[in-house]
């Protein structure tokens, strides 16, 4: 396994338009993590998962925006009718987390910059 | 809320200089992160504490849960450490919350 993989690496689109971008968790991973990040400051919550249950959703993350985990594997989040304020790098993350998150530790994908002209 | 503040935003050295980045919390927390992050995006976790001081090669990093403040050193700095270095904390069982990060760029 050779870490968290996202896909894809970037993405151009239309004001308008949807789209949808894949993570691919460390296999043995329960535990899956959406975050935004602009330029200049630090990656922001989105949403994540405990294997298949989306168990917290940032405020930040309006009705346009929806995460699943179906199978309790990868991942994809969609935004609908993007919006140039959209335009960010989405970062995903896996932990292996028991029953102490304080010991969690999470990995980090390569994000996917998205641009919305 | 809890805020996370690091400074300086950003540090420019020359290398081999001795290095340290800031990290102040307002909240009391159950762990702090130190991590790493390149152009282009990728993240990489360098520490994880909750309380003392870890040391991993030429990086130390330091917390003070009375005073909530985190430190992260870099001896005998090299152009390759180049980065962003962000302080990410933990209350409790939630999630974690970043700080906007220190860009740090070594001069040859």
């Known amino acids: 396994d050779t870490g968290v993989s996202q896909d894809p690496r970037h993405k151009i689109t239309k004001r308008g338009q949807n789209v949808t971008f894949r993570c691919d968790p460390i296999?043995?991973?329960?535990?899956l993590y959406w975050y935004r990040q602009t330029l200049g400051q630090g990656p922001e919550f989105l949403t994540y998962f405990q294997n298949e249950a989306q168990l917290e959703k940032s405020r930040l993350l309006s009705d346009r925006f929806s995460a699943e985990r179906p199978k309790g594997s990868f991942s994809t989040l969609e935004i609908q009718r993007t919006e140039q304020g959209d335009s960010a790098m989405y970062l995903c993350?896996?932990?292996?987390?028991?029953?102490?998150?304080?010991?969690?530790?999470?990995?980090f994908g390569s994000g996917t910059q998205l641009s919305v002209l | 809320k809890n805020e996370v503040e690091q400074s300086p935003q950003n540090l420019t050295a020359q290398e081999g200089e001795f290095i340290t980045i800031n990290c102040s919390y307002s909240v009391g927390i159950s762990a702090l992160h130190w991590l790493q992050q390149h152009p282009g995006g990728g993240i990489v976790s360098l520490f994880m504490l909750s309380s003392g001081k870890k040391k991993h090669g030429r990086l130390i990093a330091t917390i003070n849960i009375q005073e909530k403040h985190s430190s992260l050193h870099i001896t005998a700095s090299h152009p390759r450490d180049s980065a962003v270095y962000i302080c990410a904390v933990r209350v409790g069982n939630e999630k974690l919350t970043f700080g906007t990060g220190t860009r740090l760029t070594i001069i040859p």
């Open positions: 296999s043995e991973h329960n535990r």
């Open positions: 993350a896996s932990s292996l987390a028991g029953r102490r998150a304080t010991n969690e530790k999470l990995f």
